[in-house]
Structure formats: C-alpha cells, structure tokens
C-alpha cells in the first residue's frame, strides 16, 4: 500500500511578535507563516517520511533553535525504518547541535515534535516538551504524546523526551500537531472538517493565544501511478533566496565545533 500525506498548516503570530515556529518536512524547513498552507507529501517507497514541528523559546535565539531541531528531526537519514530508540537518538542529536552553537548570555530552546511515517504504515510520533500530538481515528481523538514534559531541546532546564509511540497508521488516519496545550474536548465534533479548517479552527479559534501553529495531516492513499500529486497550494513569494543543495546527513561525522557567534542569524523563510 502506498501513501501520501496531506498537511495544512496554520500559525497565528501577535502583531508585533516574531514568528518563532518552523515545520520541518523531510529535510526542507520552512517558518510558519500566518496564512494558511496546504500540501501534500508524498511517502518515500524505500524509507519513511519525517515531519517535524518546533517552537522557540526565548525572544532571540529560540527561532533560530526552532530551525535547527525542525531539520534535524526530519532530515532523510536513508535509513530503511524509524523505530523508537532512533527518534530518541534523532532528538538527542537536535539538542546537541543546538547546544553546539548556542551563544553565551542568549536565551533560547525550543519544543519539539517529530512524525515518521513509512510506505507500509509503520509510524513512530515522539517529542520534547509542549508540543502536543493528538491521533484521530474515525472522528474520535486521543493524545499520543505526554505534554508539557520538563524542559526541551537545548533548554537551561534539561528534560528527556517523552518515550516514541509506535502504531500502524492507514489511510484515514489523522494526526494533529499544535504549540499549544490542547484537549480532546478541543477536538470533539471537529471529525467532519477538512483538514485545512481544522488548522485554521485551532490557530484562530476564540481560545487559541497569539503565537501557536496548528499541523494537521491526513494519511491518504496515494493516486495511482501516472498521475500527478498534488503540491504546494500556495505559490511561493517571489523573494524568496534559492535553495542550496542537500548537506550531509546528521549520522555523518560532525564538524568541529564552530566558534561563537557575536551577532543573531539571518535566516531566510525557507532554508535546508
């Protein structure tokens, strides 16, 4: 069976308030941005497809953090399967790099959420500290990661991520990923919509706070071969710098240690 991911994304940001949310989806990431987006996702035939969410803390450094964890949580390693033990290894790996390049007297951290899917359905869901995942089956929700756990990824306050959680996912299946501290009663009644007014009804909703981004993504059955999937529904501005090729993979040796940055990054809206 072979299947594509359908995720619409929604973040709602304070005027006057930087965005500090980014999505990673296998290995590209993009800040969140305050319309909505819709994609779909193809899932690779020989390896599983990572998407990531991630929320900075602190006023500076916490979106530059928010980046990194969203790239390493989903870059395409090549490895045939995502299991558990490799999750909690991929966030390790993200605090660490956070930690690698963190400024002396900066604040910043992040939270984060990982999603693993592979073509035949195995599917692993981890994170560190307050972002929620919820998994919807047939219009009922259940939350699948703890909650607000202590600390997160490159945090002064030094926590472990919740422990992976490992199902079968098939078409139909619906996983929910918000920044913010959501219920199953949030959720309740909400089966019926598509998975873009869900996003939007959980970033804009009367109770959502300013600066939360809500992911919703729909496990569907993919076209059948010849045919197009769909892509990105909103065309990118026009400003947007070019991509750079693909970096080595995070299993890789790691560089040296690079010396401490005096000035905040520049960081364009999509980077890899």
């Given amino acids: 069976m072979s299947h594509e991911l359908a995720i619409s994304i929604a973040t709602r940001v304070g005027d006057g308030k930087p965005n500090r949310d980014a999505v990673g989806l296998h290995g590209w990431v993009l800040y969140a941005q305050r319309n909505l987006l819709s994609l779909t996702l193809p899932v690779h035939p020989q390896y599983p497809t990572k998407i990531a969410l991630a929320a900075g803390r602190g006023a500076g450094d916490g979106r530059r953090d928010a980046r990194i964890a969203a790239e390493w949580l989903s870059w395409p390693d090549g490895e045939p399967s995502m299991s558990a033990r490799r999750a909690l290894d991929a966030?390790?790996?993200?605090?660490?790099?956070?930690?690698?390049?963190?400024?002396?007297?900066?604040?910043?951290?992040?939270?984060?959420?990982?999603?693993?899917?592979?073509?035949?359905?195995?599917?692993?869901?981890?994170?560190?500290?307050?972002?929620?995942?919820?998994?919807?089956?047939?219009?009922?929700?259940?939350?699948?990661?703890?909650?607000?756990?202590?600390?997160?990824?490159?945090?002064?306050?030094?926590?472990?991520?919740?422990?992976?959680?490992?199902?079968?996912?098939?078409?139909?299946?619906r996983l929910i990923m918000c920044t913010r501290d959501l219920s199953d009663a949030d959720l309740t009644g909400t089966g019926g919509r598509s998975g873009a007014q869900l996003a939007y009804h959980l970033a804009y909703g009367e109770s959502g706070p300013d600066g939360l981004t809500a992911m919703v993504i729909d496990v569907v059955r993919s076209l059948p071969d010849g045919r197009r999937v769909r892509g990105v529904s909103q065309p990118a501005p026009a400003d947007r710098p070019a991509l750079t090729s693909p970096r080595p993979s995070p299993a890789a040796a790691r560089p040296s240690p690079a010396a401490p940055r005096t000035e905040p990054e520049r960081l364009p809206d999509v980077v890899r």
């Fill in 91 to 173: 966030f390790r790996d993200a605090d660490d790099e956070i930690r690698r390049r963190h400024v002396s007297g900066r604040a910043g951290g992040c939270v984060a959420a990982l999603l693993s899917l592979g073509n035949d359905g195995h599917a692993v869901v981890g994170a560190a500290g307050g972002v929620h995942v919820f998994r919807m089956i047939e219009g009922y929700a259940g939350q699948v990661t703890r909650g607000d756990g202590p600390g997160g990824l490159g945090c002064a306050e030094q926590g472990s991520p919740d422990p992976p959680y490992e199902f079968r996912a098939f078409p139909g299946d």
